[in-house]
């Protein structure tokens, strides 16, 4: 068997080591347009804003280490045409400028997202920078950390935004957030967005909500930042408001893909082609709870799907178990996570649904250090049944969070959450946990 995989990060390197334990004796060759395989992209942000100082600690795994299991690397290699009639794919090599094709009996597309670039003035300006890859990473720590960088502009207010303004907090940076909507990290329920916002305030970033950028300018010594209600002075420009699946290259194919381009897969990670497999930030993944297509581009699902696809490609019949959207941010001092359906979805898809929202002490007052956590809820009305969380704290929210992520996983009813016997001891939890006191005010 013959095996190509385009993308070597999290979903492609993923289906190229399950494909390689699978059948030992496939010929797996990866093409990765970038210079970096496998490595953690979330901790960019970290690494850019000094909590880590070594990029090399982001990889997962070395090119040598994959020699070793006998899967061929090849980096700096982009796939520019797929002819599924002839199972073949074009690919250039950046460092020669060599185009060839190169057969496949199975094939995996796993090359991820491209940054969104708005299309305003001055948007590919040097000045201007995005942050997505390995090598925008490395790039945009030494530029944050130039002489003359003291105000930074981030334009986007979701995962990445908040997390770089909290990086350049990090190094001292004067920090403005501007957002097109009318809140940050919309993913969460408003009151989670708000709280994201009043802790950014307090640490001393400034935010712009409801401020749709218009164009950028670069002078001699700063530049600008043009909205439809201002303009504002950075000396750096961060632009991060959406990612867009790399897929343009697939179009003509024959492909199914969704709306914005990520390809339409089914729950053994199969295209609409025959043996072209696909999975992570390119790719639809199933949700487990609204029991349809959505576009999930977090790591987690990028794994746990290229995993199955390399599984299936080398014969198997693994069936992806769904995603929740599950995904927590650190903002400063706050902890937040969520997980399931929000209200919004739940009202689009006519859900009967209710919501309860409760403040709970981390641990008992008795021993020190006792934080206040925010929980909500999202249940349907009549079964009980969970089908969504929301949770904020100073510490110890995102892993209870998971513990909401699970008994939606299972279909557990917000009266069986309720009783469920978690761990108890007074530096950790009260006797009845903030998930316990959650759960059963939600019925």
Known sequence: MKAIVLGGVAAGMSAASKLKRERPDAEVTVYERGSFLSYGACGLPYFIGGFNTEASRLIARTREQYDAMGIRTCLRHEAFMLDPAGRRVQVKNHDTGEVFWDGYDTLMIGVGCDSVTPRVQGADLPSVFYVKTMEDGLLFEKIARLPGVHEVAIVGGGYIGVEMAEAMLHLNKKVTIIEAANRLLTPFEPEFSELAAQELERQGVTLRLNERVTGFAEAQDHRTVRTDRGEYRADVVLVAIGVVPATGFLKGTGLEMARNGAIVV??????????????????????????????????????????????????????????????????????????????????????????????????????????????????????????????????????????????????????????????????????????????????
């Open 266 to 443: 089914d729950r053994q990670q199969r295209t609409s082609l025959p043996d072209v497999f696909s999975a992570g930030d390119c790719a639809v993944c199933w949700h487990r709870v609204a029991e349809e297509n959505y576009f999930l581009p977090l790591g987690t699902v990028a794994n746990k799907c290229g995993r199955i696809a390399g599984a299936n490609m080398a014969g198997g019949h693994e069936v992806f178990e769904g995603a929740l959207g599950t995904a927590a941010i650190k903002v400063c001092d706050l902890e937040m996570a969520r997980t399931g359906l929000s209200e919004a979805e739940a009202q689009r898809k006519g859900i009967d649904y209710a919501v309860k929202a409760v403040t709970a002490n981390d641990h008992p007052g008795y021993y020190p250090g006792q934080t206040k956590l925010t929980i909500k809820l999202l249940y349907e009305k009549r079964t009980l049944r969970l089908l969504g969380a929301n949770i904020a704290g100073a510490k110890g929210a995102v892993l209870r969070g998971d513990i909401f992520a699970t008994a939606i996983h299972a279909g557990l009813t917000t009266a069986e959450l309720g009783m469920v016997d978690l761990a108890y001891a007074p530096p950790f939890a009260t006797v009845w946990d903030a998930v316990h006191i959650a759960a059963n005010a939600a019925k």
